[in-house]
């Protein structure tokens, strides 16, 4: 053909791919999406989504069973597992079909099957092909996200050792699950299975749960997963697994160098994940893949040899590394093919690294932005820190969610938000406030400044801002 057919051409539609390819073509540009699984992604079908149905499940369950002190008694409450399983599943599927619909809209063609890349002929950039088929496009954008990490000794066979995917579709529940790794996925399946009755031990090679948060947010929330009845181990580095008749066995030095065993039904391998980066082509067309990742510059091209540019190729997501967020895929997405349009650069939507909000979806509930106390400290910043516990808070309260707290850094001289680290409340929206602020460089003034609706938790936001300025009234 001698005329692309396609402006763009994006490869993956997860929280990247098709934020990417419905902006390209809200700017008039002619999109193609080459997907080989479901539309969506991890994010929509296997991640974000299905597990905060999950997550939803749990909360009410907990909710309805610690009723008697709100007053409330429900006999005979009980856990039909697989309902919990059927709706998560549902929802997954209800969002699945809107990015069809959303793809029809926008006039972008959905091409199913595997993406791949060769040398284009004449040298100098890429060409896509789907399934081996030539795919005509100027430009190609590769958002082909990143799967689970394996631990060597320990490999995934979906029913002893189970990756995310298994462990939110599992046939029954098990009566005891083993954890492996506290990020955001172990964590947030320990609360899962933990809140619904299954024995949950949860297991930490680094010395604290959540390691990305602030120290002191990590602590608060290992001591509420431990009253909640989770079994952990931190600075527990898990060595190799033993399956027998009854299920999992899990060998892991303990925190003093102690030989350890801990047993379960089933395992869950949470050790974080790998770019997706094998059998694209990548390396015949000389593009640079470092631990995994794919090297791009500041606009999202992919580099070559020496640091040059491929031309016509980007990649953005997941698959170019952390931090492994949706938001922060869709994000780059959206800068991505803004210049590919040629936006003019001031009024492309930047992607500000300091400001891109981090959220576990335990109870309770974890957010953070910008810098945690030690890093602030570390990059020489002097410091002022604010903390408002929610017990202090009229709608902790009333709500009974009197747990953790909101923990902001300030820089001391200018008032200016350099991080905020939430654990309790509706964290993971609330943080939201704080993103606003870090985004927009508002300082502790502005913030103080701001009537904040009272009773909310949100008021524990403003609470934190004004301890840090000693001036908080409810303190
Ligand atoms: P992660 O990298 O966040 O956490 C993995 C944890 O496993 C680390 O704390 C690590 O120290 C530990 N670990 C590694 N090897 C171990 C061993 N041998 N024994 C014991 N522990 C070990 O990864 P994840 O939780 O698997 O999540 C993957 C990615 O997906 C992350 O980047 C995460 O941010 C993202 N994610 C985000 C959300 C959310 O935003 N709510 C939810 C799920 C996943």
Redesign the pocket.
Known sequence: MAEASYDVAVVGSGPGGYVAAIRAAQLGLRVAVVEQGELGGVCTNW??IPTKALLHSAEVYAALKDGGALGLVADGLRVDFARVIARSRQVAETQRKGIGILFKKNGIVHLPGRGRLRPAAGGGGVQLLCNGQPVPARHVVLATGAR?RR?PGIEPDGQHILTYVEAMSLPAQPATLLV???????V?FAYFYNALGTRVTL????PRIL??EDEEISQQVERSLRRQGIHLFTG???TGVQIDPQGVVAG?LDRSGQPQTARGERLLL????EGNVEDLGLQDCGVQVERGFVQVNEWYQALGPGGAVVPGLYAIGDVIG????AHKASAEGIACVERIAGVPERDIHRVDRSAIP????CRPEVASVGLTEAQARQAGREVKIGRFPFRVSGKGQAAGETEGLVKVVLCARTGEVLGAHIVGGSASDMIATMTLARAAELTATEISHTIFAHPTFAEVLKGAVEAARGEAIDL
Not at 322 to 325: D, F, N, S, V
Not at 358 to 361: E, I, P, R
Request: with cysteine.
């Open positions: 991640g974000c689970p631990l492996v790794g506290a990020g955001a996925i172990g947030e297991i930490e090679a680094l390691p990305l527990a580095r898990v892991f949470a050790v974080g994940v952390g931090p492994l967020l981090a959220a576990t979806f």
